[in-house]
C-alpha cells in the first residue's frame, strides 16, 4: 500500500510528466505561403438591412434590466481594431 504522503506526490509528477508530454507538438505550424495582402478591395455591396421583428415590452424590460448587465459584465472590450492589416499582421 501506498504511503500517505507518497500518494501526493505520485500524483503531482504524473500530472507534470503528463502536461509536459501533452504540450509538446509534433511540428510548428506554418503559415500559408503566399504573397501579402497590402491593400483591401473591399468593393463587394453589402447585404439589405434585416427584416423587422416584433420585440415585446416586457422583453425589452427584462433584457435591459437583466441580460444586458450580465453579458456586459463578461465581455472583453479592446480598445479597437487596426483599420488596415496585412497578411504579415502589419498595420
Known sequence: MI????????AWVVTLLGVMVGGCEREAARFPDRAPLWVDE???????????RYSSFLWDGADNAVFRPLTEAWRFERASEAVNVNALDEV
Do not use: I, K
Open 42 to 52: 473591399d468593393t463587394r455591396p453589402f447585404r439589405g438591412p434585416p427584416p423587422e
Open 3 to 10: 504511503g500517505t504522503r507518497v500518494a501526493p506526490t505520485l
